[in-house]
């Protein structure tokens, strides 16, 4: 149902996504989490925003570089470990146990939110 609902606000022009203490506006670009400002580089808010769009389905590692890094990057995984431990490192309430970005071993990751 949660997933339904969230589909419904991206769909209606309200693109704010909630998951715990984490907020995505994803109109005005801003990240918030316990109502604190996050600021992310542009390839960590383009990750943010692609697992957002996407809760709870697994983006393989390919379909993350092309969408972020663009078609020559697909096979470039070094820098989706890379950049997906900084965003964990600002978004997590414990980036040694992540709980909203889980690696789905061998094919990529999935958002979790709540």
């Given at each position: 149902m949660r997933v339904v609902q969230r589909r419904r606000q991206f769909s209606h022009g309200q693109p704010v996504y909630s998951a715990g203490?984490?907020?995505?506006?994803?109109?005005?670009?801003?990240v918030r989490?316990?109502?604190?400002?996050i600021h992310l580089s542009a390839i960590?808010?383009?990750?943010?925003?692609?697992?957002?769009?996407?809760?709870?389905?697994?983006?393989?590692?390919?379909?993350?570089?092309?969408?972020?890094?663009g078609p020559q990057a697909s096979e470039r995984r070094e820098y989706l470990r890379v950049y997906i431990t900084h965003l964990r490192k600002k978004i997590e309430e414990d980036p040694a146990q992540p709980s909203l970005i889980k690696t789905e071993q061998g094919i990529g990751y999935r958002f979790m939110g709540e």
């Open positions: 203490t984490l907020e995505v506006d994803l109109t005005t670009r801003t989490r316990a109502g604190q400002e960590e808010y383009g990750l943010l925003r692609m697992f957002v769009q996407h809760p709870g389905r697994v983006l393989t590692h390919g379909q993350i570089l092309r969408e972020v890094w």
